[in-house]
């Protein structure tokens, strides 16, 4: 127990450069508390006594503002930061080394009891602050969730959702700690679908210079061709504005 603490409070003070010791994370951060109490609170529950979980569990949402449902599976070095207003639901799964920000909900869509209800994190996973993660589905090593989005299906390992619904805008190269991003937002801060939407629209415009400098040519060389109406014409600014 005490050397899962002891990863536990080693791992926050590797991604929260507000952390300066052990002994103000042990103290004051709210994530670990709730993680320490719902360890007690899973032991509980897996040993028939369910009351004392459901007990152990509503004291901690008390002091902390986490609720974690004592048969949710929380794995190794989990950072849960911040904290207030997170809710993790019965059959959730909760890998090593995931990070989950303020206002999170990994929730059930289905009220079958017994049933793999709620989502299952693989390890690395980053869900951002304010995201709705919500159904039995997975959402693979090291992917990201960006900060108020509404997941409704798997996610790949190594990618990055936003949005409401949820949609996959970029898959990482590799996987690893060094991919870590605060909130789940991509490394330049932009979304990649943005991106690509304004590459789409400069290409266009590229197409429509190409042929006026044809047709102009057409004309030098005395053939008769009609140019394109000026309110036809393409304007790259104005689209590239409505993207961004």
């Not at 057409?218 to 008769?224: C, F, H, K, T, V």
Request: glycine letters at 12%; proline letters at 4%.
């Amino acid at each position: 127990m005490f050397h899962h603490l002891r990863q536990d409070i080693q791992s926050i003070i590797e991604r929260d450069p507000a952390a300066r010791n052990a002994w103000e994370v042990l103290t004051c951060y709210p994530g670990l508390q709730a993680i320490v109490m719902h360890r007690w609170a899973h032991w509980c529950w897996q040993h028939g006594l369910k009351w004392g979980g459901r007990f152990i569990s509503y004291l901690a949402r008390i002091v902390t503002g986490i609720e974690i449902h004592p048969g949710a599976s929380i794995g190794r070095r989990v950072f849960i930061d911040h904290g207030f207003g997170v809710v993790i639901g019965e059959t959730a799964v909760v890998g090593d080394d995931c990070t989950i920000y303020q206002g999170v909900t990994l929730g059930g869509t289905s009220l079958h009891t017994g049933a793999k209800r709620h989502p299952t994190l693989e390890r690395g996973v980053i869900v951002g602050a304010g995201a709705q993660v919500l159904g039995s589905f997975t959402v693979g090593e090291f992917a990201k969730v960006g900060s108020n989005a509404v997941l409704l299906k798997p996610v790949p390992a190594g990618a990055t959702a936003v949005g409401n619904p949820a949609h996959v805008v970029q898959k990482d190269a590799g996987t690893g700690a060094q991919l870590f991003a605060a909130y789940g937002v991509t490394p330049n801060g932009d979304d990649p679908l943005s991106k690509a939407l304004r590459g789409l629209i400069d290409h266009a415009a590229t197409q429509e210079r190409q042929i006026e400098r044809m047709l102009a040519a057409m004309r030098a060389a005395g053939l008769s061709c009609q140019g394109t109406a000026e309110c036809d014409k393409f304007d790259s600014v104005q689209l590239n504005k409505l993207v961004d």
